[in-house]
């Protein structure tokens, strides 16, 4: 993609994606224009709100005489609405924001700054998440928590492992979108994905020792209602991956069989269920695997046959 040079590009193009998100997306958008790096691209995305974001949005773009929206009028998906908006992308560096997260004064500037310190073969930067409720007040938490290692560099490995990053903080290279391309559409699981195709095609991950993001948690979020699917979508985004290296089938395979249990215990769609486990179980068979896969195809309870081992072992005593 052809994009303008010098003073006239943006540093960064900041995307606010709404969905239904009305009574929060105007401290977002408040936070983009708060800002102490003025040289931004806004672009705000709604992926067919029901509610009233949409005009919320418009008449806030207006009040700025700033910004773009980008609107679905049916409800698509992220990564469907964010691919609309991704060909009107110009910054130097992106930024994606939840519309119900919002940011310091100083986010984009401090993260731009480190991004240009950093080698061109860093791909992304990205920082902590200072957690806050639903009425926007800090819970005292971060993502990731205090005990979970920041790593840097290569980190393909340690992400499919160890998911140790929250999308809201990242910052990313335009190239890096040219290098990998659009979001999956198929996958809810849409960050996991970008994240370890980003890792996969050799672009190094920087930590910004930072909480500069404020990342909204409440029972209605995605994660919180959709948990199964995100788990089945997780999987999908791995499976992608097969044939990268030996080293990371193998950490694929070990991260796949939580997966599977984890889908089994949920009593998520068992055909799709079973199917997952074959493709483990074909490549990497395990006792724990077996038992699951006896338990989904009689239609089991989740840990009956451990149950019932455990039963046996105690009557024969």
Same mark, same amino acid.
């Given at each position: 993609m052809n994009l303008p040079d010098g003073p006239d590009r943006p540093r960064v193009t900041v995307v606010v994606t709404s969905y239904n998100q009305e009574q929060w997306i105007?401290?977002?958008?408040?936070?983009?224009?708060?800002?102490?790096?003025?040289? !931004?691209?806004?672009?705000?995305?709604?992926?067919?709100?029901?509610?009233? #974001?949409c005009k919320r949005i418009s008449n806030w773009i207006e009040r700025h005489a700033g910004g773009l929206l980008v609107a679905s009028e049916q409800n698509v998906g992220l990564p469907a609405v964010l691919n609309l908006a991704l060909?009107?992308?110009?910054g130097q560096y992106v930024v994606v924001l939840n519309g119900d997260d919002w940011m310091d004064p100083q986010r984009i500037q401090r993260q731009?700054? *480190?991004?240009?310190? /950093?080698?061109?073969?860093?791909?992304?930067?990205?920082?902590?998440?200072?957690?806050?409720?639903?009425?926007? /007040?800090a819970t005292g938490e971060t993502f990731p928590p205090p005990s979970v290692e920041r790593r840097e560099g290569k980190v393909l490995h340690h992400l499919i492992a160890h998911p140790?990053?929250?999308?809201?903080?990242?910052?990313?290279?335009?190239?890096?979108?040219?290098?990998?391309?659009?979001?999956?559409?198929?996958?809810? /699981?849409?960050?996991?994905? *970008?994240? !370890?195709?980003v890792a996969a095609a050799g672009f190094e991950f920087a930590y910004l020792a930072e909480s500069i993001?404020?990342?909204?948690?409440?029972?209605?979020?995605?994660?919180?209602?959709? #948990?199964a699917e995100l788990v089945d #979508?997780? *999987? !999908?985004?791995?499976?992608?991956?097969?044939?990268?290296?030996?080293?990371?089938?193998?950490?694929i395979l070990r991260r796949m069989e939580g997966l599977v249990v984890a889908l089994h215990g949920a009593a998520f769609d068992?055909?799709?269920?079973?199917a997952h486990i074959r493709f483990v179980l074909r490549r990497a068979p395990s006792r724990r695997l077996v038992r699951v896969w006896v338990e989904s195809?009689?239609? !089991?309870?989740?840990?009956?046959?451990? #149950?019932?081992?455990?039963?046996?072992?105690?009557?024969?005593?």
């Open positions: 105007e401290q977002a958008l408040d936070s983009v224009a708060a800002q102490t790096e003025q040289r !931004l691209q806004l672009i705000v995305t709604d992926d067919g709100s029901q509610d009233d #974001s060909p009107l992308f110009e731009a700054e *480190f991004l240009d310190r /950093a080698g061109e073969e860093v791909g992304l930067a990205y920082c902590d998440l200072r957690v806050v409720d639903a009425t926007g /007040a140790m990053i929250g999308m809201p903080s990242v910052m990313v290279r335009r190239e890096v979108f040219d290098a990998i391309g659009p979001w999956d559409e198929t996958l809810v /699981a849409d960050d996991f994905d *970008f994240l !370890l195709r993001v404020n990342y909204r948690q409440y029972g209605s979020s995605l994660t919180g209602g959709r #948990s #979508s997780r *999987f !999908l985004a791995l499976r992608k991956l097969m044939g990268t290296s030996d080293e990371a089938d193998r950490l068992r055909r799709r269920t079973r195809r009689l239609g !089991l309870r989740p840990g009956y046959l451990v #149950s019932k081992r455990a039963g046996a072992g105690r009557r024969s005593r």
